[in-house]
């Protein structure tokens, strides 16, 4: 991990990461114990993860960077989506939005609140999305070309 992401992500711990990650695991632990909700589990502690450290990786929809698409990139993953935001999607959204909003406040804020904002959107529709290291990101749309 570069120097700045490293920093950026000690930071992050501090504004709000530590909360909305243990937001994640909740969601997560939630969806376990039901059993329409347990095929989000596994995701939500993915996602959970990059809540955590959110500095040096990236979401980015699946079937673009594969390439292809995929069962939760087509009709299932739109379903899926649509489950996600009735049970879980809206209050973890709500909670990265809040920290947005104090932390926009400040300037030192404004690149973690901006973090909090895109973690916001992939809360309301996650199914369908990969969580790469940005380095990733460069090399696999270079490989594309």
């Known amino acids: 991990m570069p120097l700045v992401s490293f920093l950026l992500n000690l930071l992050w711990l501090f504004t709000g990461g530590i909360w909305m990650a243990l937001g994640w695991v909740l ?26 450290l959110p500095f040096g990786q990236t979401a980015v929809r699946r079937d673009e960077f594969r390439g292809r698409g995929d069962m939760g990139t087509g009709a299932l993953g739109f379903i899926g989506n649509i489950v996600w935001f ?21 300037i030192i804020g404004l690149p973690f609140a901006w973090a909090h904002l895109k973690l916001a959107l992939l809360a309301l529709w996650p199914v369908g999305t990969e ?3 940005s380095g990733d990101l460069g090399r696999r749309a270079v490989g594309r070309y």
């Open 86 to 106: 009735v049970l879980a999607g809206w209050w973890l959204a709500l909670g990265h939005l809040l920290s947005a909003v104090g932390l926009a406040i400040t």
């Open 131 to 133: 969580i790469v290291a």
């Open 27 to 52: 969601a997560a632990v939630l969806m376990a114990l039901s059993i329409v909700g347990l095929p989000w589990a596994r995701s939500a502690l993915t996602i959970a993860h990059y809540t955590l």
